[in-house]
């Protein structure tokens, strides 16, 4: 049996094309542009490479972008000061403090410190309470863009039996909360979990969220369950010459994709539904904003 190969990439560029259509019909209907505002304090290289993609992905889809870039060493109360201000900017509807931030800052504190209905991370404690109690929320970009992916694949997912591995506040638990949602039987592995592979093989739906290379194996997957690979790895590859490397997920895809009935790769799975969720998440907050209906199918 081979899986089939769940194209993240198309996914993604079909929502972002939705979101732009909306986008278009609420300046169009509502003389109302969305704006995401993205906050970057420190020159973290990966940072400043998905801060630029953020921007890039919300002008396409036809948003305004704001991007404030701060020096490492601004004071934690100058971030929240600015924050705010975003906060009250009737043009901002979406604020996205990039992560991780200095150390000397309280990340707690400044997420916190977020309007939640700006909140397009959905990480403030406002937000992660309504998605736990069933209510309405700004919902992390990552686990909704699997969620959307598991909805397009399977339709209902009622009583499908679910494994998500990992406890993250980013991935994991979201994740988990999203699965419960929608009535599957959710599992949640960790580093203490007790016999991993059998856990996994009862699962109609796994869902790696790690950090370990390849670490999931094709035979711990049960026969035609649908594997949803999180990880993002970077490891040597000698093969392309010196000093080279490749992105792997949490997924062995070679083993995996011979035993799943569908599967996800690294890259171009999981990756760019995450662009295209905080798109969707920003839509959502105007709407949400200034009390129009939320189009369909962009949110949990
Ligand atoms: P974290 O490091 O925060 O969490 C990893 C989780 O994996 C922890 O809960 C940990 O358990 C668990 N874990 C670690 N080792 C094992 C093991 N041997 N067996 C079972 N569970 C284990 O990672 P994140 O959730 O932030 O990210 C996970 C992966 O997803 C990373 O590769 C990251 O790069 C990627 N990622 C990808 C995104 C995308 O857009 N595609 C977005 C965000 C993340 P414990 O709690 O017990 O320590």
């Known amino acids: 049996m081979s899986a089939r190969i769940i194209d993240g990439k198309a996914f993604a560029a079909e929502i972002r094309g939705r979101v732009g259509e909306e986008v278009a019909r609420l300046k169009a209907e509502h003389g109302i542009t969305p704006g995401l505002a993205v906050v970057l304090v420190g020159e973290d290289p990966a940072s ?15 948003m305004n972008s704001y991007e404030h870039k701060l020096p490492a060493d601004t004071p ?34 400044v997420i916190n410190a977020i309007s939640p209905a700006k909140d397009v991370d959905g990480f403030h404690i406002l937000n992660v309470g309504r998605l736990a109690t069933g209510q309405k929320a700004m919902v992390p970009c990552t686990p909704l863009g699997c969620l959307m992916m598991l909805r397009d694949l399977h339709g209902d997912l009622s009583g499908m039996g679910a494994v998500v591995i990992g406890r993250s506040n980013i991935v994991g638990k979201p994740m988990a909360q999203l699965l419960l949602g929608d009535s599957c039987t959710v599992t949640i592995a960790h580093s203490r979990t007790r016999d ?56 062995d895809f070679e083993s995996a994709a011979k035993v799943a009935g569908a599967i996800t790769p690294v890259p171009g799975g999981v990756g760019p539904m ?14 949400r904003i200034h009390g129009l209906p939320e189009p369909e199918g962009l949110t949990a």
Do not use: F
């Open 76 to 109: 934690e109360a100058e971030l929240l000061a600015l924050i705010e201000r975003l906060n009250e900017d009737p043009a901002v509807h979406g604020i996205l403090v990039q992560l991780p931030l200095p150390g000397h800052m309280d990340e707690a504190a």
């Open 274 to 287: 995450t662009i295209a969720c905080l798109l969707a998440n920003t839509l959502t907050a105007c709407c």
């Open 196 to 251: 991993l592979p059998g856990v996994v093989k009862r699962a109609d739906i796994v869902v790696a969220a790690v950090g370990r290379p390849e670490m999931v194996k094709g035979e711990w997957i049960k026969p035609g369950a649908t594997v949803i690979d999180v990880g993002i790895n970077r490891i040597p590859a000698p093969e392309k010459g010196e000093g080279k490397t490749r992105l792997v997920g949490d997924v």
């Open 48 to 62: 400043q490479v998905y801060v630029r993609s953020k921007g890039r992905h919300t002008i396409e889809a036809g």
